[in-house]
T-cell receptor, first 117, second 113 residues
Framework: GENVEQHPSTLSVQEGDSAVIKCTYS??????FPWYKQELGKRPQLIID?????GEKKDQRIAVTLNKTAKHFSLHITETQPEDSAVYFC????????????????FGQGTILTVHP | DSGVTQTPKHLITATGQRVTLRCSPR?????VYWYQQSLDQGLQFLIH???????AKGNILERFSAQQFPDLHSELNLSSLELGDSALYFC????????????FGSGTRLTVV
């Protein structure tokens, strides 16, 4: 089955700095890679996702890159703010071409991001 | 509001007891997934149902079972509860037309005392 490794487990940055979280996956059939942000005691919330037919996707201060050959993908947060402090999870799964059917998500172990004012 | 509804939000029960957690997926979503998140742990996949049928099982204990009903809501049954079963239990649903992906409910916090 799929295995997702996530690094680092903790990341501490100063406000305004950039943060990068990296994940590797094992199953070459995986084609959908979402990132979730989870605040303490709250539900994981999707912040960005990428499909295997693109190499990069950006949404304001966050971006995700995917290297299918190396089977790794990364989350980049620029101009970090204290409200970015949370646990971030990467995940991988297979979906059909229309995006209407997904297999189970396999999650990385999570990264605790702390942004110091 | 994510559109995925989980009840109850909190549950405190004694060891050896049985509880039922309920999940209503987003309108139109056919898949329901259950995840367990223990303290300091990641999200562990338990089980996936699609339109009433079991699709995949993860590391789900034999004391746990689930089902998805014709109206697509799902229930996770936990029996012979142990202290170690204390955790946040999330369900998620997917995917609306247009591929909105996975969306999680707010979770049920189970405390076994």
């Amino acid at each position: 089955g799929e295995n997702v490794e996530q690094h680092p487990s903790t990341l501490s940055v100063q406000e305004g700095d950039s943060a990068v979280i990296k994940c590797t996956y094992s199953d070459s059939a995986s084609n959908y890679f979402p990132w979730y942000k989870q605040e303490l005691g709250k539900r994981p919330q999707l912040i960005i996702d990428i499909r295997s037919n693109v190499g990069e996707k950006k949404d304001q201060r966050i971006a995700v890159t995917l290297n299918k050959t190396a089977k790794h993908f990364s989350l980049h947060i620029t101009e970090t703010q204290p409200e970015d402090s949370a646990v971030y999870f990467c995940a991988a799964t297979q979906s059909n071409a229309g995006g209407t059917s997904y297999g189970k998500l396999t999650f990385g172990q999570g990264t605790i991001l702390t942004v110091h004012p | 509001d994510s559109g995925v509804t989980q009840t109850p939000k909190h549950l405190i029960t004694a060891t050896g007891q049985r509880v039922t957690l309920r999940c209503s997926p987003r309108s139109g979503d056919l898949s329901v997934y259950w995840y367990q998140q223990s303290l300091d742990q990641g999200l562990q996949f338990l089980i996936h149902y699609y339109n009433g049928e079991e699709r995949a099982k993860g590391n789900i204990l034999e004391r746990f079972s689930a089902q998805q009903f014709p109206d697509l809501h799902s229930e996770l049954n936990l029996s012979s509860l142990e202290l170690g079963d204390s955790a946040l239990y999330f369900c998620a649903s997917s995917a609306r037309q247009g591929g909105y992906g996975y969306t999680f409910g707010s979770g049920t916090r189970l405390t076994v005392v």
